[in-house]
């Protein structure tokens, strides 16, 4: 199976600050990386597929880079809707796997 | 609009079983694999399995191997995870999640629309 750690599990930051979120692959994946943010009691919301193009109707202040192993999701200016739980998680095989969670907390 | 609708919360014994469903509508039910993912309480998601509308085939993580269902009704377009053999530690909210397009071949839009969970609480 694939194992796919994120980094940091947690980050505490400020409306307009600029935040990076990273994603590690146990192997290469090409660009089969997507990025979900999820809110208390919701289910999970697809942001960012083929590791960087935007999900239609995602605020353009979200993007996502990197292929092979290594990934990133940056928040340009974050917004108070933006503190959240953010997940990466790899469609190049089965099983499907997710990435630990990083949790954006308000600073 | 594409909207995946699960059934209500359940109660189970250890030892029981329960069966979720996940009604579809807003696309063509048959072109698009279905996912399950469940997340237990404070916990990360953990991917279950994936079906084929079209012909049903199946693909189960090993860890549910032996104990996880999933079926499809075309005529309702409506698919169902059963899980036997409850024990506490599948206390969860259960959600469907829409797959890649069964069309094409190396299709990068996975996960693109959930259902609303529905959680399963194991207690005795």
């Known amino acids: 199976d694939i194992q796919m750690t994120q980094s940091p599990s947690s980050l505490s930051a400020s409306v307009g600050d600029r935040v990076t979120i990273t994603c590690r692959a146990s192997?290469?994946?090409?660009?089969?990386l997507n990025w979900y943010q999820q809110k208390p009691g919701k289910a999970p919301n697809l942001l960012i597929y083929a590791a960087s193009s935007l999900q239609s109707g995602v605020p353009s202040r979200f993007s996502g880079s990197g292929s092979g192993t290594d990934f990133t999701l940056t928040i340009s200016s974050l917004q108070p809707a933006d503190f959240a739980t953010y997940y990466c998680q790899q469609s190049y095989n089965t099983p499907r796997t997710f990435g630990q969670g990083t949790k954006l907390e308000i600073k | 609009q594409v909207q995946l609708v699960q059934s209500g919360a359940e109660v189970k014994k250890p030892g029981a079983s329960v069966k979720v469903s996940c009604k579809t509508s807003g696309y063509t039910f048959t072109s698009y694999y279905m996912h399950w993912v469940r997340q237990a309480p404070g916990q990360g998601l953990e991917w279950m399995g994936i079906i084929n509308p079209s012909g049903g085939s199946t693909n189960y993580a090993q860890k549910f191997q032996g104990r996880v269902t999933m079926t499809r009704d075309t005529s309702t377009s409506t698919v169902y995870m059963e899980l036997s053999s409850l024990r506490s530690e599948d206390t969860a909210v259960y959600y469907c999640?829409?797959?890649?397009?069964?069309?094409?071949?190396?299709?990068?839009?996975?996960?693109?629309?959930w259902g609303q969970g529905t959680l399963v609480t194991v207690s005795s």
């Open positions: 192997q290469s994946i090409g660009t089969y």
């Open positions: 999640a829409r797959g890649p397009d069964s069309r094409i071949v190396g299709a990068t839009i996975d996960f693109d629309y």
